[in-house]
């Protein structure tokens, strides 16, 4: 999954199945990805930041990775500008544990292909 942009949606981005989510954009929605079971795959390149809530929500799934993403401020996930995830947080639910470091220190170019 590569190249879309979520804005203005309750869930930017839900992921229920196998998938490698890479140079991806969410940004103003109340939660940016929303991840639950059956999940496996990989969370990388993306922009996570501007969302209400939690810029990755982990509901039930064990090692989700999800590092390398850009999270709103060159330190990673936290307070404004940038969005909650990961451990000691709210964002990881019923067992989860998100590996969301090494993160990216600035916003990756995120190309989404427009269909006319």
């Known amino acids: 999954m590569t190249g879309n942009v979520?804005?203005?949606?309750?869930i930017g981005i839900q992921l229920?199945?196998?998938a490698?989510?890479?140079d991806n954009?969410?940004?103003?929605?109340?939660?940016g990805f929303a991840v639950s079971l059956p999940f496996m795959g990989l969370l990388a390149g993306n922009?996570?930041?501007?969302?209400?809530d939690c810029g990755i929500l982990v509901d039930g799934v064990a090692g989700v990775v999800a590092s390398n993403n850009y999270w709103g401020a060159p330190t990673g996930p936290g307070p404004r500008p940038a969005d909650a995830a990961g451990p000691g947080t709210s964002c990881d639910e019923n067992g989860a544990a998100t590996t969301i470091?090494?993160?990216a220190s600035k916003p990756f170019k995120v190309k989404a292909p427009l269909k006319l």
């Open 6 to 10: 979520a804005t203005g949606n309750t």
């Open 16 to 18: 229920q199945d196998t």
């Open 20 to 22: 490698t989510v890479t």
């Open 25 to 31: 954009a969410t940004f103003g929605n109340g939660g």
């Open 47 to 52: 922009n996570i930041f501007g969302n209400a």
């Open 101 to 103: 470091t090494p993160f």
